[in-house]
């Protein structure tokens, strides 16, 4: 069943636009587009938010309703951390979504962006036992940096709060265990580098290991992959997102509406 969660807009005068929030909404929109462009979608469903720069905790989430590949800088909605629309609206949050994305942005300081995928191979990762496995170049680089959370339904409900938030700690690398992929970090980029590099490592180990027994990496080598990789490298996540970026905008620039 689905879970709405309307909230309760802001009344009082129509809070302005700054051109920090019209700068967060342009560079998540294209985030959903290219998560369009990568096949990271499920119909209407999972969500990806920002926090606009300010004092007080208000984020960016996509409209219930539309696909990725029709999210725009302007149909982004701007809401608070009980899920209350800052403007009026007519589209309303996905309360299952609103819940996990609100609790980190509430509980982590560094926490500015969130990603949440149901791709195929993430989520035959998550249902593994395991869980992913540190046997292939990907997997490398994020080693000792993935989380785990038991699932426990759908995200609705007050109590998984801080049984998720203990989960997670400061792992930036997250599996939902029988849900699916998340990843968070200090900015879009950041994030998304992570959440990349996540689902990269579950596309190569779901191949691999139905080609056979997987070959193990060298104790040793942990610490350097993890001390040389993307993951961890703000200018190369800044460049990685800027081409993807590049790539949208040449298929269809309307994102930015």
């Not at 996905?94 to 994305?101: E, K, L, Q, T």
């Amino acid at each position: 069943m689905t879970i709405y969660h309307q909230g309760a807009a802001r009344i009082m005068g129509e809070l302005p636009v700054t051109q920090a929030e019209r700068d967060a909404r342009v560079q998540l929109a294209a985030c959903y587009r290219i998560f369009n462009h990568l096949g990271w979608v499920e119909m209407i469903f999972n969500h990806i938010t920002l926090r606009v720069p300010g004092p007080e905790k208000l984020f960016l989430i996509n409209p219930f309703g539309l696909h990725y590949s029709e999210i725009t800088a302007s149909s982004l909605i701007l809401i608070d951390l009980e899920g209350n629309p800052q403007r009026e609206t007519k589209w309303p949050v996905n309360r299952a979504g609103f819940v996990i994305h609100s609790t980190l942005h509430g509980a982590i300081a560094d926490v500015n962006c969130v990603m949440h995928t149901h791709t195929t191979t993430g989520m035959a990762v998550a249902c593994l036992k395991d869980g992913l496995s540190p046997t292939n170049f990907y997997a490398a680089q994020l080693h000792g940096g993935v989380a785990y959370h038991d699932f426990e339904g759908i995200t609705v409900e007050e109590g998984e709060k801080a049984r998720l938030v203990a989960s997670i700690g400061q792992k930036k690398a997250v599996i939902l265990r029988n849900h699916g992929l998340l990843a968070w970090g200090p900015s879009v980029a950041e994030a998304f580098m992570t959440l990349w590099t996540l689902q990269r490592a579950c596309d190569v180990q779901v191949a691999a290991s139905s080609a056979g027994a997987l070959n193990p990496i060298a104790s040793d080598v942990f610490a350097q992959t993890v001390r040389e990789s993307g993951p961890g490298e703000k200018r190369t996540c800044e460049d990685v997102f800027a081409a993807m970026q590049r790539l949208v905008d040449a298929k269809d620039p309307s994102y930015r509406n």
